[in-house]
């Protein structure tokens, strides 16, 4: 039997790649960036956006600082993927293509992966405001990403093991998604691993 994906009650197999490419802001744990400039690629997300539009989504994505410490500033070419920039910095400029997008459908696949843990504890407000009022989806081995969604499925082996709010998951006593937060919490595991 195949399943049936529904967005807000409409089959995305009915949908057209093109609405269901509008609908939906993607950050990934590696961001793809043109050989462009930093204002460019963030505005890939909405072509027409003014340059106060994507630098309001740079602010809010944390990138406004280090932009604006490069020799160019905006109009900074980043190199074919961004080689030219960290990956701390290639995940905010997609998290500010995503501001820009302001798309009702967010995925956020391991989103703040290359951030340290000062920019992620900033990130993390601006993303909770970026999540709200739309459906967002978290891929996260960090536990703190996921802290404030509304429902967390765990996997194991391609299965979900476990599903629940984090307090309902947190209240298991055996339950798997408690020892990796407990595990997190006495740092036995890296983030990320």
Aim: charged share 25%.
């Amino acid at each position: 039997d195949a399943g049936r994906i529904l967005i807000d009650g409409q089959n995305v197999a009915e949908a057209t790649q093109e609405s269901l490419r509008q609908a939906i802001a993607l950050v990934p744990q590696d961001p793809a960036l043109f050989h462009r400039s930093l204002s460019e690629n963030i505005a890939y997300a909405r072509p027409e956006a003014s340059q106060a539009e994507i630098e309001a989504a740079a602010r809010r994505a944390y990138a406004h600082d280090f932009i604006t410490r490069l020799p160019q500033g905006y109009e900074t070419l980043v190199g074919e993927r961004g080689v030219k920039l960290s990956g701390g910095e290639r995940q905010r400029v997609a998290l500010a293509r995503a501001f820009l997008a302001d798309a009702p459908i967010l995925i956020l696949d391991e989103a703040t992966s290359s951030l340290d843990s000062i920019t992620e504890t900033q990130i993390q407000e601006a993303i909770e405001e970026l999540m709200e009022g739309r459906t967002t989806i978290v891929i996260a081995h960090r536990l703190s990403t996921v802290r404030s969604v509304d429902r967390i499925l765990v996997f194991r082996d391609g299965a979900i093991v476990e599903q629940g709010s984090q307090a309902e998951l947190l209240a298991r006593h055996d339950g798997h998604f408690k020892k990796l937060h407990a595990m997190q919490v006495q740092g036995l595991i890296l983030d990320g691993s």
